[in-house]
Each structure stands twice: as C-alpha cells, then as structure tokens.
C-alpha cells in the first residue's frame, strides 16, 4: 500500500476535542479548590502529564507502527489485555472504588485496564471478521464467534461491575459486524438477545434498577439517586444560548457531582450556553463523518473494520454521556473522550487515534 500523509480534517478535529477539553478541564478543575480533601494538583498532574502529554506520545508512536503487526498480534493483544483486566480481582492489586473492581495499582498509580480491553477487542475482532470473510453470513462462524467473544467480555464487565462500558463497546462491535458483512437478521438476533440480558440485570442488580427508576422519575428522590441529573439540568439550563462564560459556572462548586469527569459536559454548558453545547456535538457528528469517510477508502478490510471500530466506540461514548447529561438516558458514569478527567481514559482515547491516523495514511485517492 502506498503511504499518504495523515488525514488532515480528521486530526484537525481531534485537536479542536482536546483542546476544548483541555480548556473546560481547566475551569471545572477550579471546584476541587472548594471542596476539601480533594487532590487538585495531584488531578491536574495526572490528567495533562499521564492523559495528555502521554497520549500524545500515545499518537506518536501509534501512528508509525506497521499496520500489518496490529492483526498479526491481535490475539495476543487481546489475551494480555483480559489477563491486565483481570488483575482488578487480585488482592492488593486490584482497587475497590464506590463498590467496584475497575482499577489496578501500579507502582502507586491507578490504572483501568478496561481501556486496553476495548482497544484490543475492536482489534481482534476486525481480524477475526476480515479472516472469514463470507463465511461471516454463516450464523455458525459469524453469530458463533460474535456471540462467544461478547460474552467473554460480558462476563468481566458483570464482575467488575460495569456493564454501561460493555453496553458501549457493544456498538462498534454490531456496526464491524455489519461492516463485514453480517447479515440483518443475525444483527436482530444479537440485538433480542442484548435487550433480554440487560432487563434481566436490572431486575437482578439492585444499582442498575436503581438507575432506571432514577430515569423515569428524576424528581423522586431529588437529595439521593436524582441529585446528580437534576443539578445537571440545572447547570445545562442556567447557562442560557451563550452561557455565563469561562469560568464562571456556579454548579461546579459544591453542587454538581463529578464534575471534572462525568459531568463535566454541564460545566460547558452552564458557561458556554447552548452555542457552545451544539459546537462540541458538531465536533463529535464530523468526527465520526470524517473517521467512516477513512474507513470507506481505505484499501483492506482489516483497517476498514478496525477504523469502524474505533470511531464508533468513541463516537458512542460521547453522545452516552451527553444524553445521560441532559436526562434522554439514565447515568451511566462515562466519561466524555478528550474532555473528561481520567489518565488512562484519555492516554487510550489518543492512542485509539493514534491508530487511526496511522490507517488514514493508506487512504486510497
């Protein structure tokens, strides 16, 4: 394949995300100076030097690899990064936080190996479809290979718990399916199958039930569960079609919950109005156009399914977050690409990237 200079747009946009994200990262980063215990130096360190310095360098070395290691290496890959994500449930490894087993401790930094697992997923999986080629429209190979690998991955997110990170990865994975060439009715079969589990975990999982009743009456329990959505709304609503304006969100302090992270769409809202909520949606609508637009033109079937992949899972995470943000679905505590708080989040989001522009390279004119 002839190499090409990196997609110009696609790059543009991304730097326009992270330096949006960067911006209101700095803002929403001024409530932890209010609230007491909370690390901010410690925060901000983490999330430029580790999530954006080192996802940068992420990009860098990323972008250069050659594309024919990432599917020769992709069930080792895929391997290392169940075995790194299964290190949560070790004992003085794995990290408890709010009832959960997402982190690991390393050298006396968190990390979320989950991050890996869905890079190395989308990867494995695009070889595995690339590999079977029409055999993908057989329900043995392609149905059997989807069906068994998700539910691999189901059953570790189950245990953490984390099943809205699952929920997400989902989407990328239905959309290489039918990339490859995965037939509708097998598409509808994955998606009964999908709806029957997560009715099932509701009314088995008592935190997960208690999101969606959450959802459905906001205003039920206004001080508990419905504390977080209804300042939210508060802060999404107050900052008008123009917003109060750089650093001047009032929710962020001492009202609005997890605002460097989950939250941190209503601290943009609140201060760049409805004008700048609408901007940072277009952002992520030309991403995800330019990213397929790479797919589409792309000379091989494993890039184009790796591309597809990736641009869909960043791309479905953002709008999750928003429309959790704005009450359309229920918290699901994700945070949004480039722009929240999170080392590993953001380090795996440039290196997502990162492989992505290395594909854009190979573009076909």
């Known amino acids: 394949m002839k190499q090409r200079g990196v997609d110009k747009i696609f790059a543009f946009v991304v730097f326009l995300l992270a330096f949006c994200g960067m911006v ?13 215990g909370a690390n ?5 360190f983490n999330h430029t030097v580790f999530g954006l310095f080192g996802g940068l360098f992420g990009v860098f070395i990323f972008s250069r690899i050659p594309l024919q290691y990432f599917k020769k290496y992709s069930l080792h890959f895929f391997i290392f990064s169940i075995l790194l994500t299964l290190l949560v449930f070790v004992p003085h490894i794995g990290v408890k936080s709010n009832g959960s087993y997402r982190w690991i401790n390393i ?16 990867i494995y999986m695009a070889a595995i479809f690339t590999n079977l080629k029409d055999k993908i429209k057989d329900w043995r190979y392609g149905l059997g290979y989807f069906i068994g690998i998700s539910s691999l991955i189901a059953i570790i997110f189950a245990a953490q718990p984390d099943t809205a990170t699952f929920g997400i990865l ?3 994975l239905l959309a290489m399916f039918f990339t490859a060439g995965g037939k509708i009715r097998h598409i509808a079969v994955i998606g009964l199958f999908g709806i029957l589990i997560f009715a099932g975990l509701v009314f088995t999982k008592p935190y997960l039930k208690a ?62 109005g409805f ?5 940072i949606i277009i952002l992520f609508v030309i991403f995800a ?40 679905i229920p918290l699901t505590g994700e945070p949004l690409p480039f722009i929240s708080q ?24």
Not at 24 to 36: E, H, P, Q, T, Y
Not at 40 to 44: H, K, L, T
Request: contains cysteine; proline residues 3%; charged residues 10%.
């Open 24 to 36: 209101i990262f700095i803002s929403a980063s001024l409530s932890l100076l209010s609230r007491s």
């Open 40 to 44: 901010f130096y410690g925060i901000i």
């Open 107 to 122: 050298f006396g930094k968190t990390f979320q190996p989950s991050e890996v697992l869905k890079i190395a997923t989308i």
């Open 170 to 172: 989902c989407a990328p």
């Open 211 to 272: 999101r969606v009743m959450t959802f459905i009456n906001p205003s039920e329990n206004s001080l508990g569960s419905g504390y977080q959505i209804q300042q939210s709304l508060i802060a999404i609503g107050s900052g008008g079609f123009s917003g109060r304006g750089f650093g001047q969100s009032l929710q962020k302090f001492n009202f609005l919950p997890e605002a460097i992270s989950d939250s941190i769409f209503a601290v943009f809202s609140e201060e760049f």
């Open 275 to 279: 004008v700048g909520s609408v901007f």
């Open 289 to 328: 156009v330019r990213g397929l637009k790479i797919a589409s033109r792309v000379p091989d079937g494993f890039s184009r399914l790796t591309v597809v992949g990736i641009v869909i899972l960043l791309t479905t995470q953002a709008f999750v977050n928003i429309a959790a943000m704005i009450g359309i």
């Open 342 to 365: 999170g080392g590993t989040a953001l380090l795996f989001e440039f290196i997502a990237v990162g492989i992505v522009f290395n594909i854009s390279k190979y573009q076909k004119t």
